[in-house]
């Protein structure tokens, strides 16, 4: 809501909020309460007597704070820029700008800083202020320049200023005068603010290319006049002395012609024009010559629903009346194209000639059909421009026809449809709008896929003059569907036709869109949903902080939805009922939320707007379930255009989610794949182990002498077998006798530390004793990497740390270590 009201808005934290009549809770006429209301929702009429009587006055409570028209601030009135003089065509953002935005930069360009003009400048507002009332009844463009001047020194006078500041008041009013351009024009919102925006756009369009037109006949004619002199001087009659004595001018003196003329060849000449292209130069340039600029820029075409008088002081608008505006304008269009069709071919035929690139076994077929079809983009922008005023009931209903063969013609027509916004197109203004299903005029103009088509707000002037732009030079059948909004007749409500127009945007009534075929074929290049507040909501959201009937501030968001836009609307005020103050439950629920809700879950609620009333109390506003299903039909056509632009869109979310199967799957068969694949290795090492243990196992037991002492065997060590098992197995012709390996064991030889490494917990206690001998491999697990760089002590106490006891010290390498005696019997515990 581009507004600003002079007053707080709703929702703006302060001593203004809106606050709930003080209320005492009944929870027992709160059950007969909604009961009633319940009744109410559903259409019961025998409720009637028994609801609140409903005052015409109540706003939605977001625009609540607009309701004194009287001093709002808002775009309206535009400054309308001038046609510029360099003979460019103007951006849609160049045309016009809200007043309070044209006067503070003009003055700002003039008088720049804060120190400047500083009287001016704090009385910019008032200016704007005076000017929007001086122009609130006018339905067309006023010169600015002159109202200006009036109603400032009007301000001058009234301020009473001591006389020097009324001096360099009246001076800064000056320079702000003379930066006005010539010709600005400010247009208020009237009733016809899109039409006239429209020739506005047109004549910044039309106007700079008929300039450069007529330059171009002009340079054409010349052309076509020196090809004819040149033949001229070739022929017989141009050899003759005084045709030579005109071609040399002033030097003819210098000259004996006749004696020239005698001596030039006059039997045979230079090789002459044809008669056939002699005649076609000829006849070029007289069309071209005889070619006259129509006044006309624009014709209107419609039902005796245009009050002439608004448009007769407008340069270059004609206004025609037909009862089939669509058949009359198509009829106008090919009119004008068949009068122009021969002065652009004669234009294109002396460029050929001029250039000597006319060849008439290729041209002249060309020509002989040439018509609009032929015409180019620079050519069709020439044709006066033809706009067809339609309403959206016949274009719904009998007109529908001619509407459609237009639309799908290709000609470079405009059809303007203006709309109410709340009203069903399909359905005469006295029927329930809600009584079917809403005709989309929108989506009736995408069907025709090769017309412009514009949906939009005259609120929103941003919009029209770009989507005016567009369409006119996309040089192809154009759709403007433009809701202007209407002024509530309700007591006490002042709201103007532009915030009413503005709130039909914010409460996806009449949403904006704008669809150009020439962009390319997907909807992704076509479509433009950019001016739509917040898109990618269903509704938009605003801050909204009030005071409950307990006096408590409540700071929250309040959407603007479909229901709060029609209680704009006096007709459809049958579908609203205030909930009593006394009321209170749970039942009760803001219509977003309720409908934000699984259909089938929302029969327990009723669904209400916040609404204030002229006294400034803030109610809840029950609501029917008509205007619900009216809500749901709003937001189904919004969920289609959403899906048109992309946003929401159900096929990138099933995409999306096909995507992420797709992915999760192939993650999964990998996994599957790397746990197979680990497990076969792990069988496999487990065999390998197996088998290298039961090789040992049965190579021990062939070579051990079964009558001596048992030996002992790592079994449970399978990657590193013990020193002690190797030993066992791999016996020598020298072996000690048992007797004697006995007594070198009671004297403590030495005997290789090991570690069962499978039983590693990886807890690092022997790698902290010594990083050196203690080392992990592959699998995190420790084992002895060098034993020799430790001292037999390390070895005892990382064997008593440990607490899987998985580390074995074996027997001392160096004898000479101090208190071996001790250690050894500490280690045999783990040996
Ligand atoms: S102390 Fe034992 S369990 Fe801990 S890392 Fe060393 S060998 Fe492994």
Redesign the pocket.
Known sequence: MNAEPNAPTAGSAGSALPAQPPAIKDAEASKDILYTLRHFHLGNPGVQEQLEPFGDDYLPALLAPYRDASRLRYDYPLFLYPVAENGQAAEAAELAKPLSQFLSETLESVAPGADNARILKDNLPRIEQALRQATKDDEAPVPARPLLQQLGEQMVQQLGLDSDSSARLSDDLEKLLEAIPDGGQLLAYGRHPAIHLLIHVIRHQVIPRQAQFQEQLQEQILGLGRLLNIEKEKSDSGRKPEHLKESVGGSAALFDVNALSQVMDHSQGSVGMSAERRERVQTALEILKEYRQEPTLVRFVHLKDLDNTIFSDIEGFESVVSDDPCTTAQDLFDQEAARLAKVFAAARIAQLEIDDLYDASIHDPWFASFNWEAFSQHELLLVPAVIALETALRVANQAMPQFSRLLNSGRPVQIMVRVLAHANPGRDTEEDPFAHFRTELGYLGIAHRQAVVGQTSAARHEHLLQQFTTAFNATRTSLHLINIGMRPLGQGVGLNAWLVAGAALEGRVHPFFQLNPAQGDSFAERVDFSGNPQPDRDWPLHEFNYIDNDGEVIKTQSAFTFADYALLIPRLHHHFTPVPLVCESDNLLPIADYLALPQQQTDAYIPYVWAINANGELRQLAVSLTLVHACRDRLNYWHSLQEMAGIGSKYIEIGIAKARAEIQAAADAERAELLAAHEAEINSVRAEAASEVMGRLTEVLMGMDLTSATPRIAATAPVQPSPAAADVSEPTAESETPDEAEAEEDIGGYEDPW?DSPL????????AINPLV?VYNDSN??YIADASAGTFAQMVE?AE????D??HPGKPLNDAEPGLDELIERAAAYN
């Not at 590693?760 to 790698?767: A, E, K, Q, R």
């Not at 740390?801 to 899987?804: L, M």
Request: hydrophobic share 35%; with cysteine.
């Open positions: 570690i590693c917990t990886s807890c690092n206690d022997c790698l203690f697990q420790a990382a740390i440990c607490p899987s998985c580390i």
